[in-house]
Each structure stands twice: as structure tokens, then as C-alpha cells.
């Protein structure tokens, strides 16, 4: 319990330091663009990733309980996390103008720039919101402490860095930091050490995801909306082809309820 409360501390402070850092440096209007931007990323939080976070550790608890593969279905609800964010990601992503314009309207404008590396974030921390449940599952709560610590130090390093130089470097920053330092430290701690995850089978899972979104990130940063489109929909058709199994068991479900 004491381990818990420590992490959900760590969280709450390392999870606010981009805005104590935009509001020491910049205007409380750059805040304010700054805050809406990332309220999507509370929205999933509260309508995807809290949904299935309610559940995931009771439901993983009785399967592993009846001797079936808890890891495997884990990997399968990330999935299911990921296709329906994608709906979101790919508005964020290609149409920020859009979305802020009939959202807000012209005023709030300067927000579209920072909605594509949200989409970004999204894909990661809806993952990582439903990290805790496994650790839980194995009895790991150290470790989550342990990676939580980590990530928290490094990322509130990156936040300090890009707001020394721009409140879109905080926002760039904080993007490749989910890629490059939130998923990597909680492969080894977490998939690896804790959960007993293959080498093999999180390569399979995770190189796609990394190389994914370090290729968005470069297509954002860059500015090719064409390669946005391509990068998006080829990542998708991936993620169809990987969930095929699960997409015919719920197709014959259906059949058998409604037509037999």
C-alpha cells in the first residue's frame, strides 16, 4: 500500500511539471492554449482507458486464476485501446485546424499546433494507463514504483529542457519522451522483468508501435501531411492484420447470437 501511495504521488507531481514550468516561463494565456490541448488526452483517459482500467485487473485475476494466458489477452486489450484512440489520433493528427475551429473558433486557434504531438502522447499514455493493472496482477507494485520514479525524473528533466527553449519544445519533448524513455524503461521493468514477456513476443508487439510513432513524430515535426496520412493508415491496416483472431471470434459471436 505504502508503495502505491508513494507512485500515485510521484504521478500527480511529475504529471503536472509542464504546466508549473509553462506558467513560471510563459504567459497565462500560453497556459491556456497549453491546457486545452491536453484535455484530450484526459478524455481518453476518462472515456477508453478508464473504462477498461476498471476492469482489466479483475477480469486478468480470474483468467490467470482458471490457468488461461492473462498476458496474452493483455496484449490483445491493448489493442482494442489502441484501434479505438486511433479514431481521435487520426483528428488530431490531420485536422487540427479543423477540430479547434468548430470546437472553440478562431480565437483559440493557437492550440491546432500542439494537437498533433497529443496525438501522439495519446497513443502512449493510453497504454501506459493500464500499466499498473498488471503490475498489481504479478504482485510488482515495487517496480512500478521503480519505473514511475524513473520516468518521472527524466521526463520532468525533458519538460525543463524544451521550456527553456519554446512552449511547442515541451510539447516535442514530451512526445519523444513517451517513445523513447516511458515505453522503453517499462519494457524492461515492466514486460520483461515483471509480467515474464518473451524478448520475441515484445518485439512483435512493440517495435510497430515505437517505429510508428517515431515516424509520425518526423512527419509532424516536418510538416508532410501526406506522409501523416500514409504512416497513420498503414499503422492501422497493421493493427487490423494483428487482431484478425479476435475480430472472427467476435464475428462468429454475433453470428451465433443473431442468426442461428
Do not use: C
Amino acid at each position: 500500500m505504502g508503495n502505491l501511495t508513494l507512485n500515485n504521488f510521484i504521478k500527480y507531481w511529475a504529471g503536472n511539471a509542464d504546466r508549473v514550468v509553462i506558467g513560471k516561463l510563459y504567459t497565462e494565456t500560453d497556459l491556456g492554449l497549453y491546457n486545452r490541448a491536453l484535455r484530450f488526452i484526459s478524455m481518453t483517459n476518462n472515456l477508453i482507458t478508464g473504462i477498461f482500467g476498471a476492469v482489466l485487473f479483475p477480469s486478468l485475476k480470474n483468467l490467470m486464476d482458471e490457468k488461461g494466458d492473462a498476458n496474452k489477452e493483455y496484449l490483445d486489450i491493448l489493442r482494442i485501446i489502441t484501434l479505438l484512440n486511433m479514431f481521435l489520433v487520426i483528428i488530431l493528427v490531420l485536422f487540427p485546424e479543423t477540430l479547434v475551429f468548430y470546437l472553440w473558433g478562431a480565437d483559440w486557434m493557437g492550440v491546432a499546433p500542439f494537437l498533433p504531438y497529443v496525438g501522439i502522447i495519446l497513443i502512449f499514455h493510453s497504454i501506459k494507463g493500464t500499466l499498473g493493472s498488471m503490475y498489481l496482477l504479478y504482485e510488482k507494485e515495487r517496480y512500478l514504483l521503480i519505473t514511475n520514479a524513473i520516468n518521472s525524473v527524466l521526463m520532468v528533466a525533458i519538460v525543463i529542457l524544451g521550456g527553456m527553449l519554446s512552449m511547442m519544445h515541451i510539447i516535442r519533448f514530451l512526445a519523444l519522451g513517451y517513445i523513447l524513455i516511458t515505453i522503453p524503461v517499462n519494457l524492461y521493468f515492466g514486460f520483461y522483468y515483471s509480467f515474464g514477456y518473451t524478448l520475441k513476443t515484445i518485439l512483435r508487439f512493440w517495435l510497430p508501435f515505437i517505429v510508428f510513432g517515431l515516424f509520425l513524430f518526423v512527419a509532424v515535426d516536418l510538416g508532410y501531411r501526406t506522409l501523416r496520412w500514409v504512416i497513420i493508415f498503414g499503422f492501422m491496416i497493421l493493427l487490423l492484420v494483428e487482431m484478425r483472431e479476435s475480430i472472427r471470434s467476435f464475428i462468429r459471436q454475433i453470428i451465433q447470437k443473431y442468426f442461428n
